[in-house]
């Protein structure tokens, strides 16, 4: 058995720096990520609004199944 203890009550973060070691280089300014941040707390949030949508969705059909006319020709060259 290994002589290394670890308090239990390190968050996840501290127990993976142990894990890991330190960082090589220092994080990135926040002005020169702040853009990417924005952006990406953006689309976050506008996937969860799009998914909650579709999920609440009802489509009520108002026009009845209407088969094309046999042979009848679009005009698109299929």
Do not use: C, W, Y
Request: net charge negative.
């Amino acid at each position: 058995m290994s002589d290394t203890k670890i308090p239990l009550s390190l968050h996840p973060l501290e127990i993976l720096s142990l894990a890991f070691g330190k960082r090589s280089r220092p994080a990135p300014a926040f002005d020169t990520v702040s853009d990417q941040i924005r952006q990406s707390l953006q689309a976050a949030e506008e996937k969860r609004v799009v998914d909650t949508l579709r999920a609440n969705a009802k489509v009520e059909k108002l026009v009845p199944d209407v088969a094309p006319p046999a042979g009848a020709d679009d005009g698109h060259d299929h």
